[in-house]
Every structure is written in C-alpha cells, then in structure tokens.
C-alpha cells in the first residue's frame, strides 16, 4: 500500500472519528440540557400551585388553578383529595388512566414529591409524570398531580438528531476532501525524495530540488539529499581526477624509464651518454618515487593516523631557518622573501618536520609561480593565543573560480604550466591536512595578476 493511501485512510478515519464523538456528544448534551429544562418546569409549576393552595384552598382558586393548566398543551392536571379521589381535572380522564394515576402515586406515596419519565402506549412518547403533596390552611389536603406529554421535546430531540446527521455528513465530505489534500501535500515531498534517491543509487547525480518556503522536516529532507548527491558528484569527479592524475603522472616518468633503459640495454653507447640517460632515469624514478610517498603520506594524514610529535618552537627563528633553505631556490629566480614579526617572542607547540613540510610547500608554489624580480612577504604576529602566519607574494594570482579547489588532490589551476613548473598536485592537500592536525585553520585570497596571500592560525602559547 502507498504512503499517499495509508495516509488517506489515516486522516481519514481520525478526522470521521472526531466528528463522530462530537456529534454524539452534542446530541447527548443537549437532549439532557432540553430533559432537565423540561423536569425543572414540571416540578416549578407544581411548586406553585403548592405554595397558592397553601394559604387559599377554596373553589376559586381551585378554578383559577386548573384554568391556568387548561391553558398548557400536552398535559392533564389533577387535583387528587388524601383518599386519592379526584376533586378537578384540567381535562376529560377514563376510569383507567385514573387508576394508573393512582397506582403510581401510591406507589412513591412515600415521598412528599416525585418525578420522573414514564414510557406509555400512546405514541410511544415518554410522559413527565410528577406530584407533589398539599395542605391549606384551610384544613384541605392532597396530591396535586401533572402529567406532561413530551411530544414537543421529542420533536426538537428528533430535529437535533436530524441536524447532528445533516452535520455529521457535511463534516465527513470535508473530511474526505481534506483527507485527500493532505495525503497529497503530505506524501508528495516524500515521493519526490523517493525518485531522487532512486536516482542517486542508479548513479545519476544531476538532481535538482526547487526551493520551498516551508522549513518541516521533509523540506530539509530534500535540500539534505540535494547537498548529498552534489557531495557525492563531486567526490566521483575528484576521484575520476584522481585516477587520471596519477596514471598521467606515474606513466610520464615510467615511460621515460622504459626508453631510456631499452636504449642502454640495446645499444652500445658512449660513457658520457650512458651517464646522462642513467640520470634522466634516476631523476624519473624519484620522481615516482616523490609521487607515491606524497599519497601515501596524504592518506595517513587525512586518516589522521599519524602522530605529531609536538615541541615548543619560536616561529621567528623558525621561519628564519626556512628562508635559510630557499635562498638557492628564491637566487635562481631573483626573488626577495622577507620575514617580519610583531614580536620575536611566538612560541608555538608543532611537530617541526611535519609543520615545515607545510609551509615548504606554501613558498614553493610562491616561488614556482612568481615571476623574477618579485617579492615573497612572511608576516608573524599573535592575537590572545593564536598565531596568525600570512605569506603573500605578487606573483600570477590564482582565478576566484579555483580558490576552493586548491586544496584538492592533484587540482591544479593551469594543468599544462603546472606540469612545467613541477610539483605533483599534492603539495597543497598535504599543507591543509597538517594544519588540521595542529588544530589549526588556513584560508587563501587571490587576485589574478596581483599575487596571493596565505593566511594560517594555530594555536600558540
């Protein structure tokens, strides 16, 4: 069964079994709200007629008495001496309905007053069927009597019902109708995440989620899959890169190995050429060599197997002795690199190899991509207990598009210069994986033409 009819039949009988309960409710409220009412002006008249006969009990008010239940519909009043003998009646009476009168008011002559609803042939109405006892002043004594026929709150309890059914089908029409719009507004957002999972899992990752403006759960249910299933583009497109990477750079240097090794087994060559080849395939195999450790260390690091080995270092002197190393590097293009610092006084807890592997291969891709004559800036300073370390350079600039990008495995933002210029696409991924390892956080900004500026946090002293 759909989710959109076990939905129906839900709100459906929920919404027809509130109405139900309801209208039962209101029926029976309001038929004993009309039964008491009618009790209540039973036994007041009776309590009336009591109170006047208490003080005049004499021909005239009798007939006062009987002319004013003349009046009422539906009712015989009977005015009964002790002995139960009839002294007025507001209406003809057979011998027998007298008797019933008696026998009843014999039987609850225990009582000074009784009321209740008795059920008789006639009509199968209820009568009220009340009495009550009297004594005048004038030595009279009895039993006032009052039979009052229900046939109008019978219709009024016959037209309530009939009203409670003409509502009760109404509401169960807008129940339906209601029902039927829910379950569609209901199980349509689900429906629509049921086909773009369908679509995920069969590898089409193209989904696109038109913006709600309600915020529940199976909106954000949607826009979540939609996140998913670009997540999941992008992983598949990095890892299809990936693959190309690496099978372009491990079959570049092997290939060059191949060739230049079939030339020295094959032929006979002179001493000089044997050692120029020999240092072609050297230089190739580290290069592979360089590759594959560059991943294997990658790998370790965004499983965050590997195990600083932290020691208190003074950023100043630290940087002093990475310039130290470069100066061969910054010389041969005629670069300027310049280390400025707030304070001398930074000290910072980080593994030294892993932290200057890092910032290696920040400078290297300033030096790489900067032109001769330009300049390498390295700024150190502290906030509370944050270093921030910025380098920025004035070299080519890297485009806004490819600014997220540069963290990922082997992204490079011009393929073919890169490839001249060297590195191996990892540099970057690797400095981003080891100042997460510190806890620390590195963002980048960059304008074409104008250079690029690196900007690293790690916690200090």
Not at 222 to 230: E, F, N, Q, V, Y
Request: hydrophobic residues 40%; contains cysteine; negative net charge.
């Amino acid at each position: 069964m759909k989710l959109a009819t076990k939905l129906l039949i839900a709100i459906f009988l929920s919404t027809v079994f509130v109405i139900i309960i309801t209208n039962l409710s209101f029926y029976h409220i309001s038929k004993s709200f009309y039964k008491h009412q009618l009790q209540e002006g039973v036994e007041n008249r009776l309590e009336a007629h009591t109170k006047v006969l208490a003080v005049h009990s004499d021909v005239t008010t009798l007939d006062h008495v009987m002319i004013m239940e003349a009046g009422q519909e539906e009712n015989s009043f009977v005015i009964f001496d002790q002995s139960l003998e009839v002294i007025q009646s507001s209406r003809p009476l057979t011998n027998e309905v007298i008797a019933t009168y008696q026998d009843w008011i014999i039987l609850h002559a225990d009582q000074s007053k009784h009321t209740e609803f008795v059920e008789t042939m006639e009509e199968h109405i209820p009568h009220a069927w009340s009495f009550t006892s009297f004594s005048s002043e004038e030595g009279v004594s009895g039993y006032l009597f009052l039979d009052q026929d229900t046939g109008s709150f019978e219709a009024t309890r016959n037209n309530l019902l009939l009203l409670t059914f003409v509502i009760g089908f109404f509401a169960v029409c807008l129940a339906v109708m209601l029902s039927i719009y829910l379950s569609k507004r209901l199980s349509a957002p689900v429906k629509k995440a049921q086909l773009l999972t369908r679509k995920i899992a069969l590898g089409d990752f193209e989904v696109d989620v038109p913006p709600s403006t309600s915020k529940d759960e199976v909106s954000e249910l949607l826009t979540d899959i939609s996140l998913m299933a670009k997540n999941l583009k992008e992983y598949r497109d990095e890892r299809q890169r990936l693959f190309t990477n690496i099978s372009h750079d491990l079959r570049t240097p092997l290939t060059y190995i191949k060739g230049y090794s079939a030339l020295l087994k094959d032929q006979s060559l002179e001493p000089t050429v044997v050692q120029e080849q020999s240092n072609v395939i050297y230089r190739e195999a580290s290069r592979m060599e360089h590759l594959v450790n560059d991943l294997f260390q990658l790998m370790k690091y965004e499983e965050e197997e590997y195990q600083l080995e932290k020691e208190r270092t003074n950023m100043y002197d630290f940087f002093a002795q990475l310039q130290a190393k470069i100066q061969l590097d910054l010389n041969s293009k005629q670069l300027y690199c310049h280390v400025h610092a707030d304070t001398v006084d930074i000290n910072v807890p980080i593994d030294q190899m892993q932290f200057e592997r890092a910032i290696m291969n920040v400078l290297s891709n300033s030096i790489r991509h900067t032109d001769p004559g330009g300049q390498i800036d390295v700024t150190l300073s502290k906030e509370e207990k944050i270093c921030i370390i910025q380098i920025r350079d004035n070299g080519s600039g890297i485009p806004e598009k490819d600014l997220q990008r540069i963290w990922k495995r082997f992204y490079r933002v011009d393929a073919s210069r890169s490839t001249k210029l060297g590195g191996s696409g990892l540099g970057l991924a690797i400095t981003k994986e080891i100042i997460h390892l510190l806890k620390g956080e590195i963002s980048v900004s960059s304008k074409l033409g104008e250079g690029t500026t690196f900007l690293i946090k790690i916690p200090a002293e």
